[in-house]
């Protein structure tokens, strides 16, 4: 069951929902935003409805984002806590994952479990996918968006406070602050939905935003201070280190958003992270902007995402990954300027 933007009947995907007796939610890990927010909304419709649910992530909940958490609905995966619980799950519900291997245990649980699985998100996914129900809209801002639909199109009563919490923190994020090109009217209308409802719109800003650690901006300098540009500063890259983590006492979580911060660099029109998880794997996070697009870096890399943010997880040696990753974004930098001029 293949979706996009001009077939999707999310009063189709309420029926099948509807007719789940346990339901579990989950995002991919290292959740951001996106995934957190629509979890959170449609838990809050879950609990109008009546229905047994729990949200299991494989990563903890980010402590930028702890405000979402007020009634605790949000649970890290235990195999003692959940496994019993997951066995009697009629429908798994997955967010933003881009693929589904990347909710890792959770992923592994629902697996053996043979549960049906819903997906809803707004990357591109593999054809053999192994969802049972697949709700893709590309051109939706944010899964927040679709969540927001499907919310419209099944709730009878009116939003609450608690579930816009998560759709606004949600295109929040994947918008850059409405401030990207995948900026939309249904993002400016669901602000504005969000404020009427008394949603602390700029304290959202400030938890996500403005509340570095020193730790954070420890990491944020050794960065900085070892910036490499390529393609007269066309391409700009970084390497992050387990030692440079330790060397700041950060952690992993502190990383977010600084492939974002070497974007906005006057010149630059492709930013690369290759982060390096542990000795035999690297994660590469990747932004672009203008006419230089990033997915095709990306899924030469085994990854995916949009134009202009995407990622892989490499399983190599970081020194291998750091040489493999600069020559496919060059060449693909490149390849574009070529097409572009």
Sequence with gaps: ????????????????????????????????????????????????????????????????????????????????????????????????????????????????NQIKIMNIDHHPHPEKNGFHYHYVDLSAAATGCMVFDFLLANMKTSFNREMLTGIYTAVMTDTGCFRHSNTDEKC??????????????????????????????A??????????????????????????????????????????????????????MIFEQDTKSCRINLRGKGKFSVNGIAKSMGGGGHRLAAGAVVYDRLDRVVEKGIKIAMQSIEEEASSNA
């Design 219 to 272: 990491l944020l300098g050794q960065i900085l201070s070892d910036v490499h540009y390529e393609l007269d500063g066309t391409f700009a890259w970084f390497i992050l280190t387990q030692k440079m983590l330790e060397n700041a006492k950060a952690e992993k979580s502190d990383v977010d958003g600084f492939t974002d911060f070497i974007r906005t660099i006057k010149g630059v029109q492709v930013a690369m």
């Design 1 to 112: 069951m293949n979706q996009s933007k001009a077939n999707i009947d999310w009063r189709v995907a309420g029926e099948i929902i509807s007719s789940a007796n346990r339901i579990l939610l989950s995002t991919h890990e290292n959740p951001d935003g996106d995934g957190l927010g629509s979890e959170l909304a449609m838990a809050s419709y879950f609990k109008n409805s009546g229905q047994d649910f729990k949200i299991i992530n494989t990563s903890k909940l980010p402590v930028e984002y702890d405000y979402l958490n007020t009634s605790g609905v949000f649970e890290t995966y235990d195999t003692h806590k959940h496994s019993d619980w997951i066995k009697s799950v009629d429908l798994a519900l997955i967010f933003d994952v881009g693929d589904f291997s990347r909710c890792r245990s959770v992923a592994e649980e629902i697996t053996k």
């Design 188 to 217: 400016h209308q669901i602000a504005i939905e969000s404020i009427k409802v008394g949603v602390n719109t700029s304290e959202i800003y400030q938890r996500i935003y403005e509340n570095s650690s020193k730790q954070r901006m």
